[in-house]
């Protein structure tokens, strides 16, 4: 058979090839109608239809005659979907981790960044109306600090008593919780996780406060310090000092 | 079909992972935002904070009469909710300050007729603070006699982050209010104001002394009249009396007591008012550099000295002054006794003069001997704006600072 019957019955492409690509396919054409001459007599080529009975078994080995997978490609299989599925299970597993180490660092900066907005709010305008009161503003002792403040009343300015909300706050730390109480109600905790809490007076207008927080839990895999703190200074704008007495006589 | 296991395997573990990935992504992106938050309203707070400072720096210099009516005058009234404050809660959450137009003028600052109003400063983030003045509540809103106002400043701080990308504004707002008290005790009632015990007094005959309205030298009531007495004596021996002018008159001397017009001059009687005052001096003056400077200020001579150039603003001293050499004090100038105030070589006084011999203790005033000498041509001439300028030198006490929420009554 000649090169020129072989391409007038198989249509080739209609997309060009190169002509090295061209002639690789021709090459490996004519050997397989090499093998087996006498299955085409009439000179057809037939390569991509159904050999018949003889042609297969002669093509197809002896012991693979009956489909399927062998024991060993079963246990391989098996093997390597186990090791896949561990390292799968393994990595979801440290990130797993890795999300609730980030849980506990994000709950702990959570209060340390939440602190300082909350008690300025609170704390800054302590003493407002004190220059016709006697009670002392701020009010300091171990691990609880007292800011009192007449900074509303019934006309919408201070009355001379502290009867309003949160006019008359206490913050003290109990229980790994600082908790804060409004009058005469009960103590109610605002942030959780502080493990220690300080306020000194640097100057009469200057509190300064510091906090220590830690994670809920110890972190898994990680040695680092679970604690961390802040230190927040806020300004006393009503006990600042003046040039003239604020009460003129 | 092997091929296709290995496809919906890969395509579980990408999704897994995505999922995981996402989740993360979003507690970052929500601990960020709320971190965002939690710094924008500390920053709306401290913002409101500074414009109350910016104000409290203003009231010196303002015009009480102009403060209230802003600048066309006319008080606008006290009908709207939160006619005190600078912008109501509700505009102040969804408002851009760099489109702010107050909706009425009153207690806006300005300092001239044709320039912008200085009720805002703008900060850093696109932040601003907004303050307006008003009277105290127990004087008419539009009446001021006690000096005392009330300023709000509302801070505002536009949200950062993801929801800038949404169609509207959401700030960060925080309002704060300060009482503060201008002070104006100092305020000359003569254009020589004496408080003391006795005098000891050298005139010249070439000294003038000019009050205009008026009077060209007054007396506080002291324990005694002896002060007066001593006064009168000295003008009489040295025939400088003519060169005493005031309301329209010469020699114009008159006895000064706390009235309506001038109450301020009661708390100069008052030992807890200088013992505060003298104690609080030194650390909001300038204590010995008395070079010419423009812009007025507040300067303190503890031990007295030598000026020989010109001084603006407000000058207090204690022991023995010297002005000399053609010398100007542009402003008020306060001698406290342990001393003696010497004018000479043409020195001028232009404003006002506080001569006070006083020791204060918790009890008393402690008057003692004032003493003056002046010699050649000095001069002392009462100028009220000059006086005023120099009262701008003192910084307005802050009697109240407190927040205010959207859910007081405002």
Redesign the interface.
Known sequence: MDDSRLSGKIRAPERSLPLDQSDTRLERRKSYQLTSPQSNPSGFDCSHSQPSRGTREALVPEGRKKAGYTLIELLLALLLTTV?ITA?FSA?QS?QIW?QN??QL?GRD?NL??A??LL??WI??AG??R?SQRWPGISLGTGTLQVQ?D??G?????NGKLTESFENLSIRLMKNELQVRSGSGNFQPFLKQITAFDARLESPSLLLIELNSTTSTTLAGIKENRAAAVALRT?L??Y???????K?? | MSRGYALV?VLL?AS?SLI?LM??HA?LVR?WT??NG?EG??HA?IAA?NG?EIARAFLPSADPSLLLAGRDGVFQGTSSREWRNPVSFAEAMVLDPLEWVPASDDGIPFTSEEESLQGIFHSSSGGASLFRFSNN?EEPADQDQDRVFIVRSMGIVPAIGPIHRLPFIRNNVALVE?RL?K?E?FLPPAALTLLGKQGSFIWSSQLTIDGGPVPGIGVLPGDTDELFSDLVASLGESGASDQIRGEGHSPSLSLITPSQSIPHI??LL?P??WL??LS??P??SIPSSLADVDEPRLAYLPDGGMLDSDFKGLLVSRGDLFLQNHAVVDGILIHLGGGTLTLQENALIQGGLWVCGIQPTDFELGLTEVRIQINGAARIVFDAESAKRALGC??A???????LFPE???
């Open positions: 896949l799968a979801l990130v999300s980030l849980d994000v959570e960044r939440t300082p907005i300025v709010r800054a305008h407002a109306n220059h403040s900074f509303d019934e006309a919408g300015f201070p300004w704008p009503n600042a000092s003046n040039l003239f007495p604020e003129l006589p | 395997s573990l897994l995981l989740s993360v507690r601990q709320q971190v939690l309203q500390l707070l904070q109350i509540p300060a008290r002070e005790a009661a708390h008052s807890t008012f505060h005052f609080n001096l650390d909001y003192l910084p006490t802050r009697l109240e600072w407190r927040i007081m009554l405002l």
